[in-house]
Structure formats: structure tokens, C-alpha cells
């Protein structure tokens, strides 16, 4: 079944506790970004990668880490999480033409508490 | 700064009685529009892509149109299956490797 995996499904940390929330799917996208679910707020792009090794800063990076060494898994890196980064994160890929990504498939979502 | 809005906020129908959801959008240039669906505690589900005014794309009860400003999802007889979030994204024709979304409807079709 073709999906996008995220673990753990449901985080509570302390401040300051490094977290990495993981990031998998199984088509072959090229185009992985990660997205924070805030309410009144909508999805905002935390970051994005193009392909394994080139990632970029969507709207709100501040605060994150992103890797991509290959290609199925782009893992979000929290080194020290602060109450403000508790959200709903997702996970999305999609394939690419031109290198233009299409739309976007989803992960099921991480709900992350930092108290 | 690119920026996408959505009306209404929540929008509550008789199961059977029409009606649509609005998507409005500011960027520099648009290469692409999309229209997710999501369900409590779960991701977005993909419904719709549009590029240019006047295309039109059609599922089921849904039917997705684009002006130069601005994006409709016409939802003809719902169900009450049909009640969901539909939140609206747009790709910056200069930054394409960017979307924008929008913060969404909450759809509620009583029976």
C-alpha cells in the first residue's frame, strides 16, 4: 500500500529534550516536506526537500533540523523544543516533473507536547 | 507575502442542500491550486488540481473551479459523509517548491 509513515504518532517531551519525529514513504517521491497544523492557522511548511541532500526553509523553520539522506525518509529534528513547538506535524511527499512537485501526500500525523 | 483565505470558517448543511466553499489567494503568480480533505485526526486526502482560469474538475458530489483570484469547491447534494475539513493550497509560480495553505472550513452536513 502506497503511504506515508510517521512515528510517534503522539509525543510528550520537556523543554529542552532533543526529539527526532521520523518521516518514510514508500513511492518513490522525490518531494518530502514537513508541515505544522496550528488552529486558525492552517498547515504551515516547516521545511522541504527537492531530492536525497538538497533541502530548503518553508515558512516557519526557526527551531528545526531537517536530513535527507535518502530518499524514502526525511526525518524532523528537534533539538531543543520549546512549549511554542507543541502542534500537529505532518509529514507529506510527492512526485516531481521539471522538478515542480505535484500534490501532496500525507501522513497520518505526530501531535507533539512540549511542557 | 503570498497569503490564502478561506470562507467560511465552518459552514453547517441540511443533508441534500447545496452550496459552496470559497478559497481566495494572493501570489505573485500561481502554478498550481489544490483542494485537500481532512478528517479528525488524520491527514490531508488529496481532492483536486487546478492550474488555469476556467478549468473545472469534478468527484462525485464535488466540483472544483478557478477564476484568476480565486478557487470554488461546489458541493451539490451532500452527504452527511462529506463533512470534513477542506482546507486550499496554492504553489507560487516563482517559488514552486513552496505551499501556501489556507486555514480551512469545517463542513458539517446534518441528516
Known amino acids: 500500500e502506497a503511504q506515508v509513515t510517521q512515528n510517534p504518532r503522539y509525543l510528550i517531551t520537556v523543554t529542552g529534550k532533543k526529539l527526532t519525529v521520523t518521516c518514510s514513504q514508500n513511492?518513490?517521491?522525490?518531494?518530502m516536506s514537513w508541515y505544522r497544523q496550528d488552529p486558525g492557522l492552517g498547515l504551515r511548511q516547516i521545511y522541504y526537500s527537492m531530492n536525497v541532500e538538497v533541502t530548503d526553509k518553508g515558512d516557519v523553520p526557526e527551531g528545526y533540523k531537517v536530513s535527507r539522506k535518502e530518499k524514502r525518509n526525511f526525518p524532523l529534528i528537534l533539538e531543543s523544543p520549546s512549549p511554542n513547538q507543541t502542534s500537529l506535524y505532518f509529514c507529506a511527499s510527492s512526485s516531481s516533473g521539471d522538478r515542480v512537485p505535484y500534490e501532496q501526500y500525507f501522513g497520518p500525523g505526530t501531535r507533539l507536547t512540549v511542557t | 507575502e503570498d497569503q490564502v483565505t478561506q470562507s467560511p470558517e465552518a459552514l453547517r448543511l441540511q443533508e441534500g442542500e447545496s452550496s459552496s466553499l470559497n478559497c481566495s489567494y494572493t501570489v505573485s503568480g500561481l502554478r498550481g491550486l489544490f483542494w485537500y480533505r481532512q478528517d479528525p485526526g488524520k491527514g490531508p486526502e488529496f481532492l483536486f488540481t487546478?492550474?488555469?482560469a476556467g478549468e473545472e474538475k469534478e468527484k462525485e458530489r464535488l466540483k472544483a473551479t478557478l477564476t484568476k483570484k480565486e478557487s470554488f469547491l461546489h458541493i451539490t447534494a451532500p452527504k452527511p459523509e462529506d463533512s470534513a475539513t477542506y482546507l486550499c493550497?496554492?504553489?507560487?509560480?516563482?517559488?514552486?517548491?513552496?505551499?501556501?495553505f489556507g486555514s480551512g472550513t469545517k463542513l458539517n452536513v446534518k441528516p
Open positions: 513511492m518513490n517521491h522525490e518531494y
Open positions: 487546478l492550474y488555469s
Open positions: 493550497a496554492v504553489r507560487d509560480l516563482y517559488n514552486f517548491n513552496k505551499f501556501y
